[in-house]
């Protein structure tokens, strides 16, 4: 595990369309490993420079699944660290990196256990995430780290202290310090909580759909922590996009698939992109690390426009460094 180079890389959050027709289930492992890396080919051919493992299972379960197998505990819900592994790892092909993410300690709980605090259990998953990071890092595979907590500052369901969700991301972010680790969120609102934890060195905000985010996250609190922030610049809430397409234009694009992908690549332009990390980088300058989509793409309608997405984006990233200075 090592830094990336200086300077802002481009990374994906994970989540893709399956091929039409395509079901995870019943796929033998090997057809499933297959399928992982057919995607993961997509995305790099695209131009994402750190693209994550593809999730193309459900994130919560990809995990607990493993963790509450009683026979692959240490304890209830502390995994063994030899059975702490990502399946999708075995499909990165040797000498290739890749963003590696994990479901965070917090958002295993709430799905388990709801608005309760059970403190001793938290630091139990925390532990869990801890262990699969390890293993991950021990593959030679990892270049990015990501602890994606998406219902921080979102769900009021979570009744733990600042404290104890310090503690929490503390250890499970332990096998990551001295490398680029991020945090997946959806709202800004823990993002100082989050770069205060020592091995969290990137706060993730999904600023594309959301421009007014950047405006909470404070670019003196990340020099005092020591941390860097990653801007989204490309919108991934295609529900709301077509929506809103929908009602200006009074039709159903959904009807008109053809239509539905040139309006969304034209309200997705590299252009649009580029604009929005222009203003990101305008606000953080040097503290700006990773740039890519708000979030995942598994609710596209299809890989190809999915892809065209991570397309304009590598597009915005190669012009602005162009223009910077930064190739």
């Given at each position: 595990m090592s830094r990336?180079?200086?300077g802002i890389f481009y990374d994906d959050i994970g989540s893709f369309p399956l091929p039409g027709g395509v079901k995870t289930a019943g796929l033998s492992r090997e057809g499933y490993l297959d399928l992982v890396g057919s995607v993961l080919a997509i995305k790099r051919r695209a131009g994402v420079e750190c693209p994550t493992y593809p999730q193309l299972r459900d994130m919560i379960r990809m995990f607990m699944d493993e963790i509450e197998n009683p026979d692959q505990a240490d304890s209830p819900y502390l995994i063994k660290t030899e059975h702490a592994r990502i399946r999708e790892l075995e499909a990165v092909s040797p000498g290739e990196n890749v963003r590696v993410c994990v479901t965070g300690p917090l958002e295993l709980y709430l799905s388990a256990f709801g608005a309760t605090a059970y403190s001793d259990i938290?630091?139990?998953l925390a532990e869990s995430v801890a262990r699969f990071l390890e293993k991950a890092g021990d593959m030679g595979k990892m270049s990015v780290a990501s602890i994606d907590e998406p219902s921080l500052g979102m769900n009021s369901n979570i009744v733990f202290s600042e404290e104890e969700i310090i503690e929490a991301l503390e250890i499970a972010?332990?096998?990551?310090?001295?490398m680029d680790c991020e945090v997946h969120l959806h709202?800004?609102?823990?993002?100082?909580?989050?770069?205060?934890v020592s091995g969290i060195?990137?706060?993730?905000?999904?600023?594309?759909?959301?421009?007014d985010y950047l405006e909470l996250v404070d670019k003196k609190m990340l020099e005092e922590t020591d941390s860097f922030i990653r801007a989204g610049i490309a919108r991934t809430?295609?529900?709301?996009m077509s929506a809103q397409l929908n009602e200006r234009l009074g039709i159903n694009l959904w009807q008109d698939m053809p239509r539905l992908e040139r309006e969304i690549m034209e309200m997705e332009s590299p252009a649009v992109m580029k604009k929005r990390l222009v203003k990101a980088y305008g606000r953080f300058g040097e503290k700006l690390r990773a740039t890519g989509p708000d979030c995942g793409l598994g609710s596209w309608p299809s890989q190809d426009l999915a892809a065209r997405l991570l397309e304009n984006c590598a597009s915005a990233v190669r012009?602005?460094?162009?223009?910077k200075g930064m190739d």
């Open positions: 990336l180079a200086e938290l630091c139990s972010s332990r096998p990551c310090r001295g709202s800004p609102l823990y993002a100082e909580i989050c770069a205060r060195s990137i706060v993730g905000i999904e600023s594309a759909s959301h421009p809430d295609i529900l709301s012009e602005f460094r162009s223009e």
